[in-house]
């Protein structure tokens, strides 16, 4: 039996439906801001993507580009401007930052709330101490694309490969807040495949292509690939193809988790917005 494919686009388009909604209700123009340093091609195209999606939404979006060499302070210093404007809901900047630029640094001087990537210590915290706050998009994106497609959390066994602060770490924070039973595994987790195979459901973010092998996957376990690996033409996940022979849904790549996580910074733009207008706390 095949795996059933869970799309991401089916679900993205559901949340822009959401959001066209919620614009109506609220008379105001989310607006983001976008900056990029340097001509990585998969910042280029990524940027790309967000700037795009939120014009079509109805945003003001704006990219700034920088020289690759631009100084830490002068960014530190672009950021406050931004954070002193009335006029700037969100702001993000596309990682990663070139290696003089301290990452934490930029991270912290972002304002909690216009940080739409969810990556400040504040609401990393809000985060894991089960708060309101900005969360991180790819991880909200996994969230919403399961129960979209009416998978239940809670209780489950849920194992996700990867450790990043951008994915591994905030999913598991996710997870737990839907009562899930969380494993965080990596690269240096003994016996991996094993501690895969224990999964209900079982993210991979670790970008390496095609690392799980269908014998890591519990025969009827939901997969979920949030690997992006760009080898030759082509993209790669982090989940071999054979593992639909196993699962018993598979998010595919690309067309999966990839657009919900611009689904997702455009609702987190849009809740920036709205917290800004009624205030929470600081
Ligand atoms: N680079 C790869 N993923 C992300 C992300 O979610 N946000 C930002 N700002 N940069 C990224």
Redesign the pocket.
Known sequence: MAARLLSGHEVAEAVYEELRTRLKEHPFVPSLRVIRLGEDPA?VS?VRLKDKRARALGYRSQVEVYPEDLPEEALLRRIQELNADPGVDGI?????LPRHIRTERVLEAIDPLKDV?GFHPLNVGRLWSGGEGLF???PLGVVRLLKHYGVELKGKEVVIVGRSN?VGKPLAALFLREDATVTLAHSRTQNLPEVARRAEILVVAVGRPHLVQKEWVRPGAIVVDVGVNRVGDRLLGDVHPEVAEVASALTPVPGGVGPM?VAMLMYNTWKAALLRRHGVPA
């Open positions: 910042s990524y993000l900047v596309q990682l990663p990537d991180p998009c790819t951008i996580t």
